[in-house]
């Protein structure tokens, strides 16, 4: 690393120590920062230029037009950090996601002045990919920034940035925001996702067998029908095949028969060496037997999930595999 670099990283490290992280970025006098882009520089250097040829030769014009162009750009600039300066930033909270599946994060603008706030620029500080939108007056608009996550467990979400060149182009408003969320990374999923342990399937009363019959509909708990069952519960499969048969007899699902087989995930049991790996191979096995409607539980290292089903117990083995 060469001298400049260092003394970047280190200016960096200093400036990101300065930020207090908010979910809520109000920009005001101190915290919005304005400097001359590549073209102001340029315009500057033909503003001289046109100075000094006015000053050479007396020309009355050359100093008007020097003047109107300084202060078209004075004027400009003004305007450029009062397009950002009043603004009102909010991150919505991050959703879980998988590692290295797209993710996006929700800011919105809210501009509380009658006027309207013209190209605006977000972007992750990081990355540089800008989303651009404008602001009406007393309203809100919305930007979604692309991110993905460099690791799994809580993440911290990166810095980000918001910026104005308007309306000439010759300055840059920006200011940068440090969100206090955090974003919950889930394991990466193995793929192509493995076969559901077995052993443990058959040792819990058939969990394969329930998974199969829950995807071709079948329901073995069944009894006759009884006045007041509702139709929800009658099974009209079975109904439409004794119809059929010329028999009008039916059928109802018997809440007390037990349709669903207990499976447990076992961390010790996945057959891999790397941690990783192993909570890749649990977590696409949580999503299988979440698809397939089976109850079952998780057994890491340090910590026991009793079995369950539903998409409230599908998150909690989920949050686990991403916190272990």
Known sequence: ????????????????????????????????????????????????????????????????????????????????????????????????????????????????????RYGIGLALQAQGLWSWTEVPARGSAELKLAWAAPQRGRVRLPLLSAETRFPMGAFRVWTVWQPEATALVYPRPETPAPALPTAQADAHSGAATALTAMREGEWDGVRAYRRGDTPRQIVWKKAAQAMAAGTSALVSRDAGAPNKAELWLDYGATGLADKEARLSRLCAWVRTADQGGLNYGLRLPSQQIAPGSGEAHQRLCLEALALC
């Open 1 to 116: 690393m060469n001298p400049v670099q260092w003394l970047r990283s280190r200016f960096r490290l200093w400036w990101q120590a300065r930020l207090r992280p908010s979910d809520h970025h109000h920009l005001r006098q101190r915290n919005v920062y304005i400097l001359p882009t590549a073209p102001g520089l340029l315009l500057a250097a033909t503003l001289l230029v046109l100075l000094l040829a006015s000053i050479n030769f007396q020309l009355n014009l050359g100093y008007a037009l020097t003047f109107l162009l300084a202060g078209c750009s004075l004027v400009g600039m003004h305007l450029g950090h009062g397009t950002l300066r009043g603004l009102h930033l909010q991150l919505l909270p991050p959703p879980a996601h998988f590692l290295d599946a797209p993710s996006t994060l929700t800011v919105q603008l809210h501009n509380p002045s009658t006027k309207p």
